[in-house]
């Protein structure tokens, strides 16, 4: 049992606010800090600011309880968790300066046996530098680096690795590394987790922990790298990288991951180059799987130029903005690159669609883009092109697109549609084909031998 009371956490986004929620609904006090007054204001008043499913209903709870509220300036806590972007550069460099300046804006409030928690995923050695500027800020207080287990202040590194869109199970599910500066530091940080997490808790380096986070993702990074090629190669080859995949796959020890328009979010298309940047002579593997994710968004836009139609405009519908299913999160998708990259074509009208959004991205704004529904885009395009297989694009009746040229990146239609035994729709690859009315699935798996 934890002597932990009362919990800051600094940063409200995607995962500082699903934190929040965890540590208030298990008995602690918590106050969560964004600089941002809109974020703040809408969490005072028991709402929130990110589509994640069940959130809302556990926000609005531990608010109306009195056990989280919200502000933009620090207030005395036991314990800090930072959980604020760490973004790249534009030359693909971490940017630590939010983990800094959280460290500063803390530094004020600290006291003696209080514990800090960095939860931003973070090059390996930002735990350290995050804690010389504190001691820096606070010569009055001791720290690890110098006063190991004795220290004033206790700090530790343990970073999320929950999915979107599963971020209230997997923060509870989810085992946990704790790479605390002192033994001390990682048993308070344990102690603080085990309020919510029923995972296991592994206590290592805050070295260590800090390149598990950014392996976790630069492994899965690589691996669509591979599948992302493999599609390619399929292309070359004429053949149908869904089936190779899904027959591939019966192998008891292979697994290959799903192609698509490329890797998005804030994280799987950034962690790598995290690691990249601390050792690029020996990172050939991850740095071509970030070159090869990061191309696709112009193979896609490739595969449509080459539809144009010298003699008119032709009509694109773009199904799809989110970086991945059933989210609202944008940031880095390769679908929003697709559509912005298409904007910039000749040839081109492009009627963009993303069921969880009332408004286009600020990118994507002022171009010849229009906002439309999934039914009136279909209706008017010519081609079109699905980025995210979003639940709704799912059950679209197959009879919209008789006559469209459609280019599948996800397989949604193609091939997992496809697959039912009642579809419609015949099975194909990534490439552009106009889909008949008297398609008639070709390919389908055949199933067990009885
Ligand atoms: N993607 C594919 N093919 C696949 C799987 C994913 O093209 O087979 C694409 C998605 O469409 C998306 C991107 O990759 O654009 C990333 O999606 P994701 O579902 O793989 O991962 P994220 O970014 O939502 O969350 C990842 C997770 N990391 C791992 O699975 C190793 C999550 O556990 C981390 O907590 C999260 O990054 C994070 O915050 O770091």
Redesign the pocket.
């Known amino acids: 049992m934890s002597d932990i009371r009362t919990v800051s956490v600094i940063g409200m986004g995607?995962?500082g606010l699903p934190t929040c929620a965890m540590f208030a609904s298990r008995g602690l006090k918590v106050v969560g800090i964004d600089v941002n007054q809109h974020i703040v204001d809408k969490v005072n008043r028991g709402e929130i600011h990110i589509v994640e499913p069940e959130l809302d209903d556990l926000i609005r709870r531990v608010v109306e309880i009195g056990a989280l509220r919200a502000a933009t300036k620090p207030e005395p806590a036991d314990a800090f968790v930072i959980a604020v972007p760490t973004p790249l550069s534009e030359d693909h460099r971490p940017d630590v300066t939010y983990v800094l300046a959280a460290a500063r804006s803390i530094a004020p409030v600290l006291k003696r046996g209080d514990l800090v928690v960095l939860e931003s995923?973070s090059p390996v050695g930002t735990t350290r530098e995050m804690t010389v500027e504190l001691g820096r800020l606070r010569p009055d207080l001791s720290f690890p680096l110098t006063a190991g287990e004795h220290a004033d202040v206790m700090v530790a590194y343990s970073?999320?690795?929950?999915?979107?869109?599963k971020v209230l199970h997997?923060l509870v599910s989810?085992d946990r590394s704790i790479g605390g500066l002192s033994r001390a530091a990682s048993e308070r940080a344990a102690a603080l987790y085990r309020s919510f997490v029923k995972g296991e808790l592994f206590i290592t380096s805050a070295e260590t922990a800090e390149l598990v986070?950014l392996t976790?993702?630069a492994?899965?990074?690589v691996?669509?790298g591979f599948?992302?090629e493999l599609s390619n190669v399929c292309n070359v080859l004429g053949l149908n990288v869904w089936e190779v995949i899904e027959l591939a796959n019966r192998h008891p020890r292979v697994n290959i991951?799903?192609?698509?328009?490329?890797?998005?979010?804030?994280?799987?298309?950034v962690?790598p180059y995290f690691i990249i940047d601390a050792a690029p002579e020996v990172t050939p593997l991850m740095a071509a799987a970030r070159k090869v994710?990061s191309a696709r968004p112009h193979q896609v836009v490739a595969d449509i130029v080459a539809l144009r139609d010298p003699t008119r405009t032709l009509k694109v519908a773009a199904l799809g903005l989110a970086?991945?299913?059933n989210?609202d999160?944008l940031r880095?998708?390769?679908a929003v690159e697709v559509v912005k990259l298409l904007s910039e074509t000749e040839g081109f009208d492009v009627l963009a669609v993303e069921p969880h959004a009332h408004a286009l991205p600020a990118d994507l704004e002022g171009r010849r883009i229009q906002l439309t529904d999934a039914l009136s885009a279909i209706d008017q395009a010519d081609i079109i092109v699905l980025l995210?297989d979003h639940r709704q694009f799912n059950l679209i009746d197959p009879a919209a697109l008789d006559g469209k040229v459609l280019i599948d990146t996800?397989g949604l239609w193609t091939w997992r549609r496809a697959q039912r035994p009642d579809s419609r729709l015949a099975a194909r690859s990534a490439t552009a084909h106009k889909v008949e009315k008297a398609d008639k699935p070709a390919l389908r798996l055949a199933g067990r031998a009885a």
């Open positions: 995607y995962i995923t970073p999320e690795r929950v999915l979107p869109g997997e989810n986070k976790e993702n492994f899965r990074d691996n669509i599948a992302n991951l799903q192609p698509g328009p490329g890797v998005g979010g804030h994280c799987i298309a962690d994710n970086f991945k299913p989210i999160d880095e998708s390769p995210v996800r």
